[in-house]
């Protein structure tokens, strides 16, 4: 992975932002948790193509501030009568039973916090996050926070022999505002807000770890092409939208995924009403994904059409 500065950052600045407590390359039999909620696409476009990634330093703003986060955590060793474990990291193993030739998988994670007593275990993940996430998280539910917090728990239960009782994300707000908290029902009302994330029963955080080692290993070898679509839900996709608007009205009067529904309803409202189309996003592939370039999924989303 190559680190570009094209802001003419000041070196103390680049060296801070490009600091990582993690080794982000992915390794072969190794897998962190991080890599195992990735898509399987991304996961190996980014190992087959790590040397020729770059990134801008100024990308990482949130994940210095998310490792700042972390630091002031490592502070507190204890909590309402509870053990705190910082950071701790845990490795466990898995067989890989289905091939010819089992062998072994190292699965590796470091939960921020894991709060112990002598009969369970708590796990939280403090995410240093935008206010707008959490609304939709409340929305919609946040899918890889549940699945990197599971997988979390299932290591925790076997480095500790303790169940775990629940999992928690703590997010701090970065771009929280007071009068959006004001004026948004569903807006946090204030900037750091618990979340709490469902906890999955013991044999299916098993069974989720090892098809994702197991299909993560399986592709290995497969050519760029034919490795596995990434879905909807891994793009971060928002479909298009049709909305009915008023005249003098900002907002919608009502939103439609679904072109003709919003004409019909335009027909039957009448004058001083128009449509306005919103387009979707593929929010992941447009803005975050390191390995786009090499994608040809996205490559093949983003071509100009034929006349
Ligand atoms: S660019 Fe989009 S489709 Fe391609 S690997 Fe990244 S997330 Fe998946």
């Known amino acids: 992975m190559q680190i570009t500065n094209k802001h003419n950052l000041p070196n103390a600045l680049v060296e801070a932002l490009t600091h990582s407590d993690y080794d982000l390359q992915p390794k072969p039999r190794v897998y962190s948790v991080s890599d195992l909620i990735q898509p399987t696409q991304l996961y190996h476009l980014k190992k087959r193509w790590w040397s020729n990634l770059t990134?801008?330093?100024i990308d990482n703003l949130w994940r210095m501030y998310g490792q700042i986060t972390h630091q002031m955590l490592s502070r507190c060793h204890n909590e309402d009568g509870y053990d705190v474990r910082v950071e701790k990291r845990m490795v466990d193993r898995v067989l890989?039973?289905?091939f010819e030739d089992p062998y072994e998988i190292e699965v590796t994670g470091k939960p921020d916090r894991v709060l112990l007593?002598?009969?369970h275990a708590i796990v939280e993940d403090w995410k240093v996050t935008s206010a707008w996430s959490v609304v939709f998280a409340g929305k919609e539910g946040k899918p890889d926070w549940?699945?990197?917090?599971n997988c979390y728990a299932a290591l925790v239960e076997n480095y500790y022999q303790v169940p775990?009782?629940?999992?928690?994300?703590?997010?701090?707000?970065?771009?929280?505002?007071?009068?959006?908290?004001?004026?948004?029902?569903?807006?946090?009302?204030?900037?750091i807000v618990e979340i709490p994330v469902k906890l999955w029963p013991a044999a299916k955080r098993l069974d989720y770890i090892y098809q994702r080692v197991y299909d993560l290993e399986l592709y290995d070898c497969v050519e760029d092409q034919l490795l596995?679509?990434?879905?909807?839900e891994d793009q971060w996709a928002r479909p298009d939208k049709w909305a009915v608007m008023k005249e003098g009205r900002k907002s919608a009067v009502r939103l439609y995924e679904n072109e003709a529904e919003a004409e019909e309803r335009l027909e039957k409202e009448g004058k001083g009403f128009?449509?306005?189309h919103r387009p979707g996003i593929r929010t992941r592939c447009e803005r975050y994904c390191a390995v786009s370039e090499y994608c040809?999924?996205?490559?093949?989303?983003?071509?100009?059409?034929?006349?």
């Not at 997010?171 to 929280?176: K, V």
């Not at 596995?228 to 909807?232: A, K, Y």
């Not at 040809?296 to 006349?307: E, N, Y």
């Open 146 to 149: 549940e699945k990197q917090l």
């Open 228 to 232: 596995p679509e990434c879905t909807p």
């Open 296 to 307: 040809w999924q996205h490559q093949a989303a983003t071509a100009p059409l034929d006349d």
């Open 96 to 98: 890989m039973e289905e």
């Open 55 to 57: 990134e801008d330093a």
């Open 274 to 276: 128009f449509l306005q």
């Open 164 to 191: 775990v009782k629940w999992l928690t994300v703590w997010a701090i707000l970065r771009d929280w505002s007071e009068s959006e908290a004001m004026r948004n029902e569903n807006y946090p009302k204030k900037p």
């Open 117 to 119: 007593c002598r009969d």
